[in-house]
Nanobody
Framework: QVQLVESGGGLVQAGGSLRLSCAVS????????MGWFRQAPGKEREFVTA????????YYADSVEGRFTISRDNAKNTLYLQMNSLKPEDTAVYYC??????????????????WGQGTQVTVSS
């Protein structure tokens, strides 16, 4: 059974930083995509960033480009999201996800089959 467990969320002031982690267990994937999504209260879940584990290509939403960095540690089977220069509008529940098959567009939420339970990030002004 595949499990994704996020950690690292919390409360931070605007301009601050947080690092989220997502530990994957239960299965080893190859040639897949991992991503981070977020959902603010009353809004749709939205794409934040993704990484192709074969090749390492990364993709970012315009709203986080230059502030957030996605990375992974294959040996630890862990995905990370470094978030800098946080803004109040970054406040949301952040989810990591795995797309076990190739998806042409990494931001396609429907291509992600496995999801974590989410971790809350709150940015105060």
């Amino acid at each position: 059974q595949v499990q994704l467990v996020e950690s690292g969320g919390g409360l931070v002031q605007a301009g601050g930083s947080l690092r989220l982690s997502c530990a994957v267990s239960g299965r080893t994937f190859s040639g897949y995509t991992m991503g981070w999504f977020r959902q603010a209260p009353g809004k749709e879940r939205e794409f934040v960033t993704a990484i192709r584990l074969s090749g390492g290509s990364t993709y970012y939403a315009d709203s986080v480009e230059g502030r957030f960095t996605i990375s992974r540690d294959n040996a630890k089977n862990t995905l990370y999201l470094q978030m800098n220069s946080l803004k109040p509008e970054d406040t949301a529940v952040y989810y990591c996800a795995v797309a076990p098959a190739y998806i042409p567009v990494a931001s396609t939420i429907g291509g992600y089959r496995y999801w974590g339970q989410g971790t809350q990030v709150t940015v105060s002004s």
